[in-house]
Nanobody
Framework: QVQLVESGGGLVQAGGSLSLSCAAS????????MGWFRQAPGKEREFVAA????????YYTDSVKGRFTISGNSARNAVTLQMNSLKPEDTAVYYC????????????????????WGQGTQVTVSS
């Protein structure tokens, strides 16, 4: 079992920055995949970014490339999503997910492949 707790959401103006953190317990994060997804009202949960520490790989959806950075903190057993140049369309509830390692890059963006989820944290970007 893996327990995930997100923190760091809030309200920010367009162009601003926020940092989300996902703390994991129950398993060392360096041995699992951790991803960030988001869900806006009336929309499906969509992939944002993921990290596979064992392979040193990171993955991003096109709309956040160059603006968001996912990184790991082994001392805190957590991953961070640094979000810069935020846009109103980034407004959503952000969820952290975790999974045993994937063996195909195509698996990372699919929420159904993640076994564990946090409770979510709201990010609101005002225009």
């Amino acid at each position: 079992q893996v327990q995930l707790v997100e923190s760091g959401g809030g309200l920010v103006q367009a162009g601003g920055s926020l940092s989300l953190s996902c703390a994991a317990s129950g398993r060392t994060v360096s041995r699992i995949v951790m991803g960030w997804f988001r869900q806006a009202p009336g929309k499906e949960r969509e992939f944002v970014a993921a990290i596979n520490w064992s392979g040193g790989s990171t993955y991003y959806t096109d709309s956040v490339k160059g603006r968001f950075t996912i990184s790991g903190n082994s001392a805190r057993n957590a991953v961070t999503l640094q979000m810069n140049s935020l846009k109103p369309e980034d407004t959503a509830v952000y969820y952290c997910g975790a999974s045993p390692p994937f063996y195909s890059d195509s698996a990372y963006p699919k929420p159904g492949n993640y076994h564990y989820w946090g409770q979510g944290t709201q990010v609101t970007v005002s225009s």
